[in-house]
């Protein structure tokens, strides 16, 4: 049974940073491409940052320079480190792992919250 779970949101103020984590279970984690999606109310779920198994990094316009993505394979965990948060950045969380010719597994996700 393949699980994402997320951990880490919360109600920060403006310019403060979380971290956010996703420990994978029931998958080859170095097999996946890891990825962190967010969806704010009243809007689509967006891409934030993504890091292939083979090591490639990519990040939303909204976050380059602020977000920082990176996994770790002998915990099966992804991480976002989200430093500078505003109020833009409030959304829940989705941690994603996808891989050529297989489905895509997703997690329950994190609420983050950014107000003053």
């Known amino acids: 049974q393949v699980q994402l779970v997320e951990s880490g949101g919360g109600l920060v103020q403006p310019g403060e940073s979380l971290r956010l984590s996703c420990v994978a279970s029931?998958?080859?984690?170095?097999?996946?491409?890891m990825a962190w999606y967010r969806q704010a109310p009243g809007k689509q779920r967006e891409l934030v940052a993504s890091?292939?198994?083979?090591?490639?990094?990519n990040y939303a316009e909204s976050v380059k320079g602020r977000f920082t993505i990176s996994r770790d394979g002998a915990k099966n965990t992804v991480y976002l480190q989200m430093n500078s948060l505003q109020p833009e950045d409030t959304a829940v969380y989705y941690c994603?792992?996808?891989?050529?010719?297989?489905?895509?597994?997703w997690g329950q996700g994190t609420q983050v919250t950014v107000s003053s």
């Open positions: 890091s292939t198994r083979i090591g490639r990094i």
């Open positions: 029931g998958i080859m984690f170095n097999a996946y491409d």
């Open positions: 994603n792992a996808d891989k050529l010719l297989a489905r895509p597994y």
